[in-house]
């Protein structure tokens, strides 16, 4: 028998009031962890001087610095600063399809204040980046309550925008990512693969660990439309009339060799690549995946 959280389903998601609820029906009592966490409880040490940003806890700031300097810093230690965990969710247009009850950017935001969660929950330091053609708003890395809580409203107020461009966005996404850490993106990576799997592979040369989220509505993996329909694309707004169901074989086809391309770079570059289906149970795929990750080492 599966467990509420494993089997929560996106309508009951969606009823929660709060990306926060949602976020915790999405990880209490069934998470490990994203990653094998070094934090170990032993005694927190000093280890760095950072600029004050908002969100930050004013216990943390350091008055001597201020006194000294008249500018706002605050100390960082090694007990909270395990991991950065970058979360990138894609915001574009095409984003905001959904089939079902949610739409892929709901599905995706949803996904990244769990795995959000999560790093808070270690002690570690959840940062976002909301994208379309360009960044559109950007969290850094911190580890405080406030910073989470604002994290949290900004992927709540998420709304689909612009048309997709995927390398552009995460070239100027990398200018937050001070430090290695885990780098996640959920996208419906409608984009070209060759300029996608270039973008990923600077974060990898760069020493992060990446893991890619392809967020697709059911619709689009099964194509079950039949008859004359008129398709249109939700960026551009151009329009197509034609017969779905001669179609259907000819669209699988296509979407294999896009998602196998998609596959077979990340492969290469050492990324994990996971089809998210909008209509699976949110808890079950971060469970499934997350055991996935931990076999895998």
């Known amino acids: 028998m599966q467990s509420v959280q494993t089997a929560l389903t996106a309508e009951a998601v969606v009823k929660l009031s709060t990306m926060e609820l949602r976020a915790r029906a999405l990880v209490e009592g069934h998470f490990s962890g994203l990653h094998r966490s070094p934090y170990r409880g032993a005694a927190v040490e000093f280890a760095d001087h950072r600029q004050y940003s908002h969100g930050d806890e004013l216990r943390h700031v350091d008055w001597r610095v201020y006194g000294r300097t008249d500018r706002f810093f605050v100390k ?24 079902g009850t949610v739409t892929k950017l709901q599905y995706a935001t949803y996904l990244a204040a769990g795995l959000a969660y999560l790093a808070s929950v270690q002690r570690d330091a959840p940062s976002l980046a909301l994208f379309d053609t360009e960044v559109t708003e950007q969290l850094p890395a911190l580890t405080s309550s406030a910073h989470l809580r604002r994290l949290f409203e900004v992927l709540d107020s998420a709304e689909a925008g612009r048309e997709t461009d995927i390398s552009q966005a995460l070239e100027q996404a990398t200018i937050a990512l001070k430090r290695r850490g885990i780098v996640v993106l959920l996208s419906d990576l409608l984009d070209d693969p060759r300029h996608t799997l270039r973008a990923l592979g600077y974060f990898r040369h760069h020493g992060h660990d990446v893991i890619v989220f392809h967020v697709l509505d059911p619709a689009e993996l099964s194509f079950d439309f039949r008859g004359p329909l008129t398709f249109e694309d939700m960026e551009t707004g151009q329009q197509m009339n034609t017969d779905a169901t001669a179609l259907r074989a000819e669209y699988l086809g296509q979407l294999r060799r896009f998602c196998g391309a998609l596959r077979d770079g990340c492969m290469q570059r050492h990324i994990d690549y996971e089809v998210m289906d909008t209509s699976r149970p949110f808890g079950q795929a971060l469970v499934a995946y997350l055991a996935k990750r931990q076999r895998v080492g």
């Open 76 to 99: 960082e230690y090694d007990a909270e600063t395990n991991m950065c965990v970058y979360l990138l969710v894609d915001g574009s247009n095409s984003m905001g399809y959904g089939s």
